[in-house]
């Protein structure tokens, strides 16, 4: 049943896609970096209820640009959440 669910969510979550506005300078360079719990407090704002720790950035995002990350939903289930990280 849970994983059904995590299904369910894999394929929503698949079609959303979070903006997230963020300080720029030179080169599209962003000051800091997207955090999970950014991540995570935008999906809220659709709907969604992510844990932050089960979004995966393999690399910290720090330019301006679009990002596929994977959110483990389930033990065997992995959705993707498209990122936009826009100049504020």
Same mark, same amino acid.
């Given at each position: 049943?849970?994983? /059904?669910?995590a299904?369910? *969510? /894999?394929?929503? *979550?698949?079609? *959303? /896609?979070?903006? %997230? /506005?963020? #300080?720029a $300078?030179? #080169?599209?360079? %962003?000051? $800091?970096?997207?955090?999970?719990?950014? %991540?995570? @407090?935008?999906?809220?704002? #659709? $709907?969604? %209820?992510v844990?932050k720790r089960?979004?995966?950035?393999? #690399?910290?995002?720090?330019?301006? $640009?679009?990002? @596929? *990350?994977?959110?483990r939903l389930?033990?065997e289930?992995?959705?993707i959440?498209?990122?936009?990280?826009?100049?504020?």
């Amino acid at each position: 049943k849970m994983k /059904s669910k995590a299904e369910e *969510l /894999s394929k929503k *979550l698949a079609e *959303l /896609s979070i903006t %997230i /506005s963020k #300080e720029a $300078g030179e #080169e599209d360079k %962003i000051f $800091g970096s997207v955090t999970t719990m950014e %991540i995570a @407090n935008a999906l809220r704002q #659709e $709907g969604y %209820i992510v844990d932050k720790r089960h979004i995966k950035i393999e #690399e910290p995002i720090k330019k301006i $640009g679009v990002y @596929n *990350l994977p959110v483990r939903l389930h033990p065997e289930v992995e959705g993707i959440v498209k990122i936009w990280v826009v100049k504020k």
